[in-house]
């Protein structure tokens, strides 16, 4: 018979960072899981993407086990990352803070494109776009 799920838990973490002290003791605590079972694997899963921060979701069944699933990283995250700015426009759209190449905006669509809600290449890049739109990166032609 299957477990059966009690929670389902969803936090972000830098890769390969994880420790039992807050945020992610907070978090998890109350759910009575393993912490330190928990950061050791987090950790394992993610050593390859160091500097990252990664949204984790994680499943804890009646029995205190648990699951968890690594997503791919927040949009505007890389978007910082691959513009190398520590943060977007305060002005939104109105003000220009740094300029991605459209290459790089396919990049990042293909980084997120298991995550997004598109079939395609394409519609991936929209949706990007937009985000950097909102945080005054402007895409070069």
Not at 11 to 21: M, S
């Amino acid at each position: 018979m299957a477990k059966e799920i009690t929670k389902v838990v969803k936090i972000q973490i830098p890769a390969g960072k994880a420790t039992p002290a807050p945020p992610v003791g907070t978090v998890l605590g109350p759910t009575g899981i393993n912490l330190s079972e928990f950061c050791t694997k987090y950790n394992d899963a993610t050593k390859d993407r160091m500097g990252d921060i990664l949204p984790v979701e994680i499943s804890i069944y009646e029995d205190r086990s648990f699951d968890f699933v690594i997503k791919t990283p927040p949009t505007a995250f890389l978007i910082k990352k691959y513009a190398k700015i520590g943060k977007g426009s305060s002005k939104g759209a109105n003000e220009t803070v740094a300029t991605l190449t459209k290459e790089q905006l396919k990049e990042i669509a293909e980084i997120k494109l298991p995550d997004l809600n598109a079939y395609t290449i394409e519609a991936a890049m929209k949706i990007v776009e937009g985000t950097a739109r909102d945080m005054g990166v402007k895409i070069a032609e």
